[in-house]
């Protein structure tokens, strides 16, 4: 036998999101995913002469998330000026960048928003001052090097002057500290005094000046920090070699310069140190030698810059009419109380500003309201600021709310009202009974309803809390598993606020801010920072955030609090988290971009949110345009979503996603197979919004396939009556022709018993046509695939796999990865009938399948497709064989390349699993039997499926049959080398393989619990 051709083959263990760009998805499958797209910071214009200007800014690394989207003014800005021959680009060097990388770290913990800018100065390096490196440091000084060292000074200064007089003339509530080192810090000390005799030191928080050549004896800044230090009453080498350009301002309450300085530094205190040492001294700024007092000095800068308050509460969301009492809490400040002070500015009718930060009052009407003030700090007295606290107002009841497969609303009398799937009692009505139409759940006085598609919760007006529907991981709110059709209260509290459901987990929030979640935690969706299985009640999220809302998705959770700050935790492959990275998080999570959210909501895979001023957010998977920027690129940071105006809600289904307007209108983006765009809209879907034709009062929330919004109703797939509309619509393809072939020939399980694998497979391919010569002719390539879809029935609440996502959500996966792989050819092993139905909606009817639902709920799941557009139907019949037990029908057709003509056999078969090895022997027998049957026609055959067997597959049928495997191995005569990565999933051929790929990634381990196995088949 001749051995198998496989030019490529790789094993992918670890995926990376699909869709990342290539160097971010390459660095991902070795696990380096953390952060990656959060390097693609803009770079600086490269210049020849010192300027200071836009372009100047330093890349991300060294701008904050609030900087970048506050734009030119900040809340601290930070100029560097390097020397000594430091500095790149626009990268600070050694000494400027410890002083101004901890200044940035501090500033993003509080919140402060912050931008360094770097001077850029062609410095020489200080060994051009000296004559000699022999003798006392400041005997072999030369005055013509120090003229040269000193040169690049003035236009320095110059390009600062001009940078701090524009940025405070431009944004003048920005703070502003130079740090400078060598000629840097003449420069920063040349500009203090320059802005202290302009009389505009208020807003200039100070300096740092590392070795500075113009320090003078006895400096206001004191004695300097060093390693030792250098003396107070010496001096720098231009004060004591040329003109002395005098001492820097003196300190008061808001402004202080901070100098260090090694004793007998060549450049701020030549002495009678050897120069050779003088000189290291000078150098050693950036090195651990002087990494103490660079500390030292970057706390005292600190120091100073936070003495300007800064506010921590951004935001608060209340009800209709709800009476408000918060406070806007500030960090910074004087030290000692009170360290802030408030002076209101414009302030909602309703509400009132404190001078201490209490908001008090009640809003009646829905809506966004601003409160303006100015902030400042307190002895001592700082300039003030000017910010803003944003009231969000809600209307009293969430209105309707998508699940899973159902829907529910509140009405305005406190009724609640559910329609749609209602299998596990979920629609609370007391039955287990679907309804098309709504029926009122048990109960009134409601408040808020969610529904997670298996079970469903309510906050009732007296601030209880209450779950009904399935129990099967604790989702009910307690410690048994008992399922409920009529709701029951969730613990004694009575101060719940909001809540929100997902399929098997559930997150609420109460008034005191606090956010509890209860349910499946497997993947970390609890934010408890555990991974245990299931919750015994509701279990409070870590951290001591202030939650003003949640929402419950998938495998995941997010939640937005009062400073306006989104955390996602729970599942992660796809980059739902939104922290730029695809690994699951256990506990709250920051949603990196610092974006500020009023709202959050979350699907399987993906997130978005709305900003207080109107513009929506999202990120995660992509695959049908579900984040709305023009792409289908997954992201793992959020991306803005395409203009579509100023939106107050968002809602997130599996492949699209819906936004409401401020006037009402919803437009919604990605796939819309099911509708879920809305009625106006048209086509198979978009990647940025589109008007969905409707116009709601209230929130979005979206379901698996379908999605609400209050006043405007329900629209997308109806499959189990979730509309609401008296009708359900099955997901099926529009005029589907009727299948071209007859029903498989009957053989019995008795016989099946009886038989040879032989008369078995006589008996399958005795009605087979005659090939005729253009069948056996010409080179033909296929992407082949075998694919173990993970049956519906295993994922359904009591199967065997509950913690994966159920089949219908699923079958939308696998369409994804049928897709990115390019595969025209699958055999599938173990898909329900729905799952056939759904796969052929999701791939917009470019399959057949055989035997599909034709031929019955056994034949179904060994089903293969093919697609269309490559391959026509010649023949089929089934092979019948063993399966735990009885037997079952697997596939067998012959098929035709549309564009070469030549014909390939197909057997796809999915063998017993476990112990019944008997079984799968008589089942790798009659494969074996059929292709040695079909041979004689003179035509490729191909075997796919999950044979639950590795070595023995190989043996039984490739090495007697003479088919290669698509993952190596090869036959010689009687011998057989098996391959050296085995599955119980195969794909045989008489033919050459290469690129073959064993796919373990992310978007394959939600999907299923094999690995999918595909590559390219040629025959020439």
């Given at each position: 036998m001749t051995p198998m051709r496989i030019r490529s083959r790789r094993v992918r263990k670890e995926s990376p999101v699909a869709g990342f760009a290539p160097a971010v998805a390459q660095l991902a499958t070795v696990g380096l995913v953390a952060g990656l797209l959060l390097a693609a910071g803009s770079q600086g214009a490269r210049v020849a002469t010192p300027r200071a200007d836009a372009a100047d800014l330093a890349p991300a690394a060294a701008t904050s998330a609030p900087a970048r989207r506050a734009g030119a003014c900040v809340d601290v800005l930070v100029v560097g000026i390097d020397g000594n021959g430091q500095g790149k680009k626009d990268r600070p060097g050694q000494a400027v960048a410890a002083i101004t990388n901890k200044i940035s770290a501090n500033a993003q913990k509080q919140g402060r928003a912050v931008a360094v800018k770097r001077i850029r100065l062609a410095t020489p390096g200080a060994v051009v001052t000296l004559r000699t490196k022999k003798g006392p440091g400041a005997g072999a000084i030369s005055r013509p090097g120090l003229k040269r060292w000193k040169k690049p000074i003035r236009s320095g200064t110059k390009a600062t002057r001009a940078l701090v007089n524009s940025q405070l003339a431009t944004c003048p509530e920005q703070q502003v500290l130079l740090v400078g080192y060598a000629q840097g810090a003449a420069v920063a000390h040349r500009v203090v005094q320059d802005l202290d005799a302009k009389g505009v030191l208020a807003n200039v928080a100070g300096a740092v000046t590392i070795s500075d050549p113009s320090r003078v004896r006895k400096s206001s800044t004191g004695r300097p920090l060093g390693d030792p230090a250098a003396a107070t009453n010496s001096e720098g080498i231009l004060t004591k070699l040329t003109k002395a350009s005098g001492d820097v301002p003196d300190p008061t309450g808001t402004f202080r310069v901070v100098s260090v300085c090694h004793k007998g530094d060549l450049i701020c205190n030549p002495s009678k140190v050897s120069a050779a040492k003088a000189l290291s001294l000078s150098l050693s700024y950036g090195s651990k030698k002087s990494r103490s007092a660079m500390r030292t000095a970057a706390d005292r800068a600190w120091a100073q810059v936070s003495l300007w308050p800064v506010p921590v509460s951004q935001q608060v969301v209340v009800g209709v009419k709800e009476q408000i009492s918060t406070q806007i809490n500030v960090v910074g400040g004087s030290p000692t109380p009170p360290a802030a002070r408030f002076t209101p500015v414009s302030v909602p009718a309703g509400l009132s500003l404190s001078d201490t930060g209490a908001v008090t009052g009640r809003i009646d009407a829905a809506g966004s309201y601003p409160v303006s003030y100015t902030l400042a700090g307190v002895s001592p007295a700082t300039t003030a600021k000017s910010r803003v606290f944003t009231v969000v107002v809600r209307e009293p009841s969430s209105g309707a709310a998508a699940g899973g497969q159902s829907s529910c609303a509140v009405r305005p009398d406190g009724t609640a009202w559910c329609q749609g799937r209602n299998d596990y009692g979920q629609l609370g009505d007391g039955t287990t009974t679907l309804r098309v139409s709504p029926t009122q759940v048990a109960g009134t006085g409601w408040a808020r309803i969610a529904s997670g598609g298996s079970f469903t919760c309510g906050i009732k007006l007296d601030g209880t809390l209450w779950c009904w529907g399935l129990n099967n991981f604790g989702q009910l709110g307690a410690a048994d598993k008992v399922t409920s059709p009529l709701p029951r209260q969730v613990g004694t509290t009575t101060t719940w606020r909001d809540v929100s459901a997902s399929w098997q987990h559930a997150c609420a929030t109460q008034t005191d801010g606090s956010a509890w979640c209860w349910g499946q935690n497997q993947r970390g969706q609890l934010g408890a920072g555990t991974t245990t299985a299931r919750s015994s009640g509701p279990m409070r999220v870590l951290g001591d955030q202030q939650w003003t809302s949640v929402s419950a998705g998938g495998w995941g959770t997010c939640g937005t609090t009062s400073s306006g700050t989104a955390y996602c935790w729970g599942e992660n492959s796809m980059g739902s988290v939104g922290d730029g990275t695809i690994t699951n998080r256990n506990r709250p999570?920051?949603?990196?971009?610092?974006?500020?959210?009023?709202?959050?909501?979350?699907?399987?895979?993906?997130?978005?949110?709305?900003?207080?001023?109107?513009?929506?957010?999202?990120?995660?998977?992509?695959?049908?345009?579900?984040?709305?920027?023009?792409?289908?690129?997954?992201?793992?940071?959020?991306?803005?979503?395409?203009?579509?105006?100023?939106?107050?809600?968002?809602?997130?289904?599996?492949?699209?996603?819906?936004?409401?307007?401020?006037?009402?209108?919803?437009?919604?983006?990605?796939?819309?197979?099911?509708?879920?765009?809305?009625?106006?809209?048209?086509?198979?879907?978009?990647?940025?919004?589109?008007?969905?034709?409707?116009?709601?009062?209230?929130?979005?929330?979206?379901?698996?396939?379908?999605?609400?919004?209050?006043?405007?109703?329900?629209?997308?797939?109806?499959?189990?009556?979730?509309?609401?509309?008296?009708?359900?619509?099955?997901?099926?393809?529009?005029?589907?022709?009727?299948?071209?072939?007859?029903?498989?020939?009957?053989?019995?399980?008795?016989?099946?018993?009886k038989w040879t694998a032989a008369k078995i497979a006589t008996t399958a391919i005795a009605g087979r046509p005659s090939v005729n010569a253009r069948a056996r002719r010409g080179a033909m390539s296929a992407e082949v695939m075998t694919f173990n879809i993970l049956g519906s029935q295993h994922t359904a609440p009591g199967g065997a796999r509950p913690n994966f996502a159920p089949g219908r959500v699923r079958t939308e996966w696998a369409k994804n990865?049928?897709?990115?792989?390019?595969?025209?050819?699958?055999?599938?092993?173990?898909?329900?009938?729905?799952?056939?139905?759904?796969?052929?909606?999701?791939?917009?009817?470019?399959?057949?399948?055989?035997?599909?639902?034709?031929?019955?709920?056994?034949?179904?799941?060994?089903?293969?497709?093919?697609?269309?557009?490559?391959?026509?139907?010649?023949?089929?019949?089934?092979?019948?064989?063993?399966?735990?037990?009885?037997?079952?029908?697997?596939?067998?057709?012959?098929?035709?390349?549309?564009?070469?003509?030549?014909?390939?056999?197909?057997?796809?078969?999915?063998?017993?699993?476990g112990k019944m090895q008997t079984d799968r022997d008589k089942g790798m027998d009659i494969i074996k039997q059929t292709v040695k049957q079909l041979a004689g026609d003179g035509l490729p055959v191909l075997v796919t499926g999950d044979l639950n067997e590795h070595a023995k597959a190989f043996r039984r049928i490739a090495c007697p049959t003479d088919l290669n495997a698509a993952v190596g191995g090869e036959t010689k005569g009687a011998a057989c080398r098996l391959p050296k990565a085995m599955r119980v999933d195969w794909i045989f051929g008489r033919g050459s393989f290469d690129n073959t790929e064993v796919n373990q990634g992310a978007q394959v381990r939600r999907t299923t619990d094999h690995a999918v196995v595909s590559s390219r088949f040629t025959v020439q």
């Open positions: 999570t920051v949603v990196t971009g610092g974006i500020q959210l009023s709202q959050v909501s979350t699907t399987w895979g993906r997130s978005c949110g709305v900003t207080p001023t109107g513009q929506v957010w999202c990120w995660g998977e992509n695959s049908n345009g579900e984040l709305g920027n023009g792409t289908r690129t997954n992201s793992a940071v959020p991306v803005q979503v395409s203009d579509g105006g100023s939106f107050t809600a968002v809602g997130t289904a599996v492949t699209a996603t819906c936004a409401s307007r401020t006037d009402g209108q919803v437009l919604c983006w990605g796939d819309n197979r099911y509708g879920q765009l809305g009625p106006a809209a048209s086509g198979s879907g978009s990647s940025t919004p589109v008007v969905a034709g409707l116009v709601s009062s209230g929130p979005v929330t979206g379901g698996w396939l379908h999605l609400c919004a209050e006043g405007a109703g329900c629209w997308g797939a109806n499959e189990s009556g979730q509309l609401g509309n008296g009708t359900m619509v099955p997901a099926a393809m529009p005029a589907e022709p009727a299948s071209p072939w007859p029903p498989g020939t009957v053989v019995t399980t008795k016989q099946v018993k990865l049928i897709n990115q792989r390019g595969a025209t050819l699958v055999g599938l092993s173990e898909p329900q009938p729905d799952q056939i139905t759904a796969l052929d909606v999701a791939t917009n009817g470019a399959f057949s399948f055989y035997p599909g639902n034709t031929m019955g709920y056994d034949a179904a799941p060994q089903s293969v497709m093919w697609k269309d557009s490559e391959w026509s139907y010649v023949w089929g019949n089934t092979l019948q064989m063993p399966f735990m037990g009885a037997s079952r029908p697997q596939a067998l057709v012959r098929l035709r390349n549309t564009s070469t003509g030549r014909e390939i056999y197909w057997i796809n078969a999915h063998l017993s699993p």
